[in-house]
């Protein structure tokens, strides 16, 4: 052997020994970042944690403040466990609660909608005649079946009080796209009890279209470094009921279309939200901002009537509007879910409101084109339960503003924001209470399959992205 080939080789040994401990510092470098990334996904304007009454606990996947509001996860868990999910699961039964009014024909105004929904399950079914108050009894028009894909089944439960309501007056709501006339004959009441949010097989390009428009279109994904945090509120906001509507879908399913078997699909609850930390913490934060916007309102809400012509049923609905208004362990452990008042700031405050309002107004514009109808009827509800938190918390009784305007509510706004916060409290419920056992369930498959191919563990990937910087 040559004296050059000697020393080359000497001298790639000298590299050899530094280049692996170096290698070792590297991959500790990046699983650092990489984990760092992730859980320094802090509050990007709720910086002063002196104001928050909430312990910095935590003891699941999930610890800490919730990322931009004044509780922390653990807090979120056990009040709503033990004190916000039963109330609002009692409410949203009661008869005030049950109904929601809505125009479910074909007006998308964007495009035409050929309709995708392939199950009966779709369908809304339409309350009896019968249940109508005499004042609602009025000539509704034909089904368009286009719609519906031409199924005369597809009919709508239009079950509805025994009387009208009193006291409440029609107002409109900057941030939706509301219906014309909600008096007309195409408006109609659905009971909600009967109509469950649920897998209806409504997939494909149609459902697509939909999520792709919201996203794209009108709340784009903030960037990184992203300095506008109205903007950020309103993507956390879309993702966060994306996701919880993802989580119901999953945990009602039709796991066997031929013998009507429905049961939790994990595999698409692990596939859709449990997988994707960014979302789940963005259902937690779309909940709490939910919640501030109703315990806001308290006055309001308490005053509110709630007459149906069932005295028990309606005194039963005003008991528990109360329970969870003043509830000393919300007001003890989280009295201020979320603090609207760090937003619309300077100069520019009232034309980028004007902006994130026309944004909002589109995406439920959009809830008129979902071809499925039963996607339809919870896509209208949750969207118009989330334009009354947005107008709640920011169109309203701001004094920093000077905005003096007193609070009035559509009762549909009313049971809207109900409704939808009970479905973010559900979703929040089986995240706590099924997450861990569901992503163990599938993080064990993904690794055994795994183990069959060398080299597709994480750790692997950093160590061998390591080795290619060398």
């Given at each position: 052997?040559g004296?050059g080939?000697i020393k080359e080789?000497?001298s790639?040994?000298k ?9 070792t510092?590297?991959?500790v ?6 984990s760092s ?16 009454s909430?312990s910095?606990?935590g003891t699941?996947k999930?610890?800490g403040?919730?990322?931009d509001?004044?509780c922390?996860?653990?807090t ?5 466990s033990?004190v916000?999910n039963?109330?609002?699961q009692d ?10 009014k809505v125009?479910?024909w074909?007006?998308c105004?964007?495009?035409?909608e050929?309709?995708m929904c392939?199950l009966r ?5 339409e ?7 005499e004042?609602?009894k009025?000539p ?7 719609c519906?894909e031409?199924k005369?089944?597809a009919?709508?439960?239009?079950t509805?009080?025994?009387r009208?309501?009193r006291?409440w007056?029609?107002t409109?709501n900057?941030?939706t796209?509301?219906?014309?006339d ?13 109509n469950p ?6 997939t494909g390009?149609?459902?697509r279209?939909i999520?792709?428009?919201?996203y794209s279109?009108?709340?784009?994904k903030?960037?990184?470094?992203e ?16 996701s ?15 013998s ?8 698409l ?7 994707h930390?960014?979302r789940?913490?963005n259902?937690?934060?779309?909940y ?6 109703v315990?806001?309102?308290t ?10 012509g ?8 005003q008991s528990?509007?109360k ?6 362990k919300?007001q ?11 937003l619309?700031q ?7 409101k004007?902006?994130?309002?026309k944004?909002f107004?589109?995406?439920s ?6 071809g ?10 949750q969207v118009q339960?989330l ?8 169109s ?5 503003t000077?905005d003096?305007q ?13 409704n ?6 559900e979703s929040?419920k089986?995240?706590?209470?099924m997450g861990?056992?569901?992503?163990r ?6 690794a055994k ?9 994480r750790?692997?990937r ?9």
């Open positions: 052997m004296r080939a080789e000497e790639e040994g590299r050899k020994t530094w280049r692996w401990p170096l290698a510092l590297v991959v470098f990046l699983a650092v970042a990489v990334r992730t859980a320094s996904n802090v509050g990007f304007f709720f910086t002063d944690r002196n104001s928050c909430c910095l606990q699941g999930y610890k403040m919730v990322e509001c004044c922390d996860y653990e979120v868990d056990n009040l709503n033990e916000l039963p109330l609002l409410l949203v039964t009661t008869p005030f609660f049950r109904y929601f125009k479910l074909c007006d105004p964007f495009w035409p050929d309709g392939r399950d779709c369908s809304v079914c309350c009896p005649e019968n249940e109508f108050p004042p609602f009025r509704l028009p034909s089904h368009d079946l286009k519906q031409g005369p089944q009919a709508v439960d239009r509805i009080d025994n009208a309501f006291g007056v029609e409109k900057p941030w796209h509301d219906d014309d909600t008096d007309s004959g195409e408006m109609t009441y659905v009971n909600l009890q009967l949010e649920r897998y209806t097989g409504y390009p149609s459902a279209r999520w792709d428009s919201i279109e009108n709340c784009p903030y960037s990184y470094g300095t506008c945090p109205e903007k950020k509120v309103l993507y956390k906001l879309i993702s966060g009921l994306h919880s509507i993802s989580m119901h879908i999953a945990a009602d399913y039709l796991l066997d279309e031929s009507n078997q429905w049961g939790q699909n994990m595999d609850m692990y596939d859709r939200i449990l997988r930390p960014d789940v913490r259902m937690y934060f779309t709490l901002f939910v919640l501030r916007a315990t806001k309102a006055a309001y809400l308490e005053q509110a009537e709630y007459d149906t069932n005295h028990a049923e309606d005194l039963k609905t528990l509007i329970q969870l208004l003043y509830s000393p919300l003890t452990a989280c009295p201020v879910p979320f603090d609207e008042a760090k619309w300077g100069q520019s405050g009232p034309e980028l004007q902006q994130i309002q944004q107004r589109n995406i514009a959009l809830m008129d084109c979902v499925c109808e039963k996607c339809r009827l919870w896509g209208k509800l339960g334009g009354t938190a947005l107008k709640i918390l920011f309203v009784g701001n004094q920093e000077g003096h007193t609070l009035q509510l559509q009762r549909n706004e009313v049971i809207a924001l109900v939808l916060l009970n479905r973010l409290s929040v089986m995240v706590h209470d861990p056992d569901v992503e369930l599938m993080e064990d498959q993904i399959v795994s183990s069959a191919k060398p080299g597709t563990g750790l692997r950093i160590w061998d992205l390591a080795l290619s910087l060398w």
